[in-house]
């Protein structure tokens, strides 16, 4: 199994670096999801990976080759792309095979990888249709049957499942996990969906403006985000962040106990929202909305002016305008430097 590692990668346009300094590594047979917002330089990155683009510094290794300056073509790599990239005029078996034939890889063997590829995805009944004859999820594998056919140790996704819906998305997420894991394909996967992220991937690298923010497994990710950015980008709802002054005005006096050695009013309080208790006593907080979910109630709140989400298992009978008290676990929390935005240790 063939490994990808980013060496201190950079890239810039006009001085302005879309991909500053970012190293990771892809361990053979795993996959690794670059994850972030628009613009925060996971596609930029993937492309440097796939030689679409040219590397303005550090190395790019596959296999343990560098191959910061060689072509696509020598990189042995395949790519699926958001958009498909599907020849419209050809049928499913000649997109599928297109590669292949480009590279004059001979008939017999042509045949052979496209059977195979076709009965992996499932695609055996549908290699004499054109694309417009399929459905968007059809269309998806057609991309998938093109990177099977390829044989590549290392594939490279660029948010293959945007333009399906969600159902689709649930199903097709589970199709690629299991691809890549029977074939033991080394895979960077790059999405915005922190779904995708958390459900598919072994190690998630968590990107913002051009860096890497966090590099860990994807329940490190949830469970110890290393700065306020990644607790509220991972989880639905967010982690709730709150300045810690805020939180101790409201009634928290004495129920906390902030990290030794910092200055309690440069801290901020984070918390999970199904780790808060609703209860006669607490911290006092004013109801905003109530999102009753069925399993679960999300309660939103303001406390000092600061938003606050309870979640809590069935229903919970308050409503907008009253006032609830919130209990919080010690060992639940974290606490972050407002100014760095980094985490503390808890002491």
């Not at 296999?63 to 990239?85: L, W």
């Not at 913002?208 to 994807?218: F, L, M, S, T, V």
């Not at 979910?293 to 709140?301: F, Q, R, W």
Request: include cysteine; charged fraction near 20%.
């Amino acid at each position: 199994m063939v490994s990808v590692e980013l060496k201190t990668v950079s890239k810039t346009w006009g001085g302005a670096a879309a991909v500053d300094e970012v190293s990771f590594t892809v361990e053979g047979g795993k996959l690794v999801a670059l994850l972030g917002p628009s613009g925060c330089g996971k596609s930029t990155t993937l492309r440097l990976i796939a030689g679409l683009e040219d590397t303005s510094s550090g190395a790019i290794l596959i296999g343990g080759r560098d191959v910061t300056r060689a072509e696509p073509s020598q990189r042995g790599i395949a790519m699926v792309f958001q958009n498909y990239a599907l020849f419209p005029h050809l049928t499913v078996a000649q997109n599928i095979a297109f590669g292949l034939e480009v590279r004059k890889v001979p008939k017999a063997e042509r045949d052979s990888r496209l059977a195979r590829a076709a009965d992996i995805l499932g695609l055996e009944g549908l290699l004499d249709r054109k694309p417009s004859q399929l459905s968007g999820g059809q269309q998806q594998r057609v991309a998938l049957g093109r990177a099977v056919v390829a044989e590549a140790p290392v594939c490279l996704m660029d948010e293959p499942l945007s333009n399906l819906d969600a159902q689709l998305r649930v199903e097709m997420r589970r199709e690629i996990r299991e691809l890549q894991q029977r074939l033991g394909i080394t895979m960077v996967y790059v999405t915005h969906d922190q779904v995708e992220a958390m459900t598919m991937a072994d190690q998630v690298v968590l990107m913002r403006n051009g860096r890497i923010e966090q590099d860990a497994p994807p329940d490190e990710i949830y469970e110890n985000p290393a700065s306020i950015f990644v607790a509220r980008f991972v989880g639905t709802p967010p982690m709730n962040v709150v300045p810690l002054p805020a939180v101790l005005a409201a009634g928290g006096a004495g129920l906390l106990t902030p990290p030794p050695g910092h200055d309690p009013a440069a801290l901020a309080l984070g918390i999970r929202p199904e780790m808060t208790e609703l209860g006669e006593s607490g911290i006092a907080a004013e109801v905003v909305a109530v999102e009753y979910l069925g399993a679960d109630t999300l309660v939103e709140t303001r406390i000092a002016g600061h938003g606050f989400i309870v979640r809590r298992a069935g229903k919970v009978r308050t409503r907008p305008g009253e006032t609830v008290y919130i209990t919080l676990s010690q060992s639940a929390l974290h606490w972050f430097d407002q100014a760095s935005e980094r985490k503390v240790a808890a002491g």
